[in-house]
């Protein structure tokens, strides 16, 4: 930058829009690199063009963070809570409240504008015909190739007129409307709204309009004329609030306030957490059913095993011998292990009467003892 250029921006005074843009420059910003390309055509005439934004943000984005400090992120779920991926997804038109009628991709390919690299200049007008209000969004158009020349005449004719040239081209999927106007030899392209986009007087409900007195217009005219002072300077157009922010944020960091640093999540740990989770649910469920159908079991075995000794006991309580006899403590201890076993190997409740078979057979055994008891008694 030129030394009076450096002087004016350290003395705060009026610069010009391209001063200030150079000031932009000087401050660090990297080069601009263009993200499309393609040709302003009008008649016999073509001029390869790169498109730059003459736009740039200087603010970083302020996260959304959990709990534990982990940046959050945006999921859709239906109206049951159930996670919805991309796929699954549609695109509804909203006629009324709650109604919607479905458009498909293949159907918005249908009607999307057929692609080109063409900018085509349909008529020129009165720069200052077009309301600021159309001015939506500022594009720097650059000469591409050996494009120089007839680059630089249009820009020339352009400024030398005050005319602005009326072009739509192609970007992205989209058709715009710009506006190509030319400054200090740089021709700029502004996409420009739509007509159906801006909003009439009677829409926003301005009353009707009265007319000052000669008096009032005299006054306000003086002191307008006392604060003119042409352009801007850089201080007018500086972003305060966003300075103050991270002053603050340089400020806790290097104090060590409020910092975190979370681990951050993978996408496939999220889905290996999810299938981890499923699985210690299913654990969970078969554990408690199969420990009911254990107690079943175990409780039913019981039962019978507890039956059987009472019969046992009513059968051989003639003469109190048979009780503690080797047999009848066989068929105890059987039983008893019978019983401990099944909660560990047999938990199936239908199972169970096959082995508790023994203990139906065990009368048929005992009967020639009884006969013996009485032939003793006998003699």
Known sequence: MPR?????????????????????????EPRARPFWSGTISFGLVTIPVDLYSATRSTRSSLRMLSPSGTPVARRYFDPKGKPLDSEQ????????????VVVSDEELEALAPEQSRDIDLTRFVDRDSIPPLFFERAYILAPSGNSNLAYRLLASTLERTKRAGIASFVMRGKQYVVAIVAEQGL?????????????????????????PSAQKVKSLRAAIH?????????????????????????????????????EPIEEEQENLAEVID???????????????STEDSSASEQKSAGEARSKNKGKSS???????????SSRKSTAGRSVKR???????????????????????????????ASKRRAS
């Open 89 to 100: 997804l549609e695109r509804g038109y909203e006629l009324d409240k709650g109604e919607f």
């Open 318 to 328: 003639g003469t109190g011998k048979d009780s503690g006899t080797p047999r009848e």
């Open 226 to 262: 006392k604060e003119h002072g042409g352009s801007p300077t850089a201080s007018e157009l500086a972003d305060e609030y966003w300075k103050r922010l991270e002053a603050l944020v340089k400020k806790k960091h290097k104090s060590g306030e409020d910092i975190v640093n979370p």
């Open 4 to 28: 009076a250029k450096k002087a004016k921006a350290a003395a705060g005074e009026q610069r010009s829009p391209e001063e200030l843009l150079e000031v932009g420059a000087e401050e660090g």
């Open 278 to 292: 499923l699985v210690a649910v299913l654990r969970k469920s078969l554990g408690q059913t199969g420990a009911a």
């Open 342 to 372: 099944a909660p560990a190997k047999r938990a199936p409740a239908k199972r169970a009467p096959t082995k508790r078979t023994p203990t139906k057979r065990a009368p048929a055994k005992r009967a020639p003892a009884k006969r013996t």
């Open 187 to 211: 021709l700029r392209a502004e996409t420009l709204r739509f007509a159906a986009e801006l909003r009439t007087p009677d829409a926003v409900g301005l009353p009707e309009p009265v007319e």
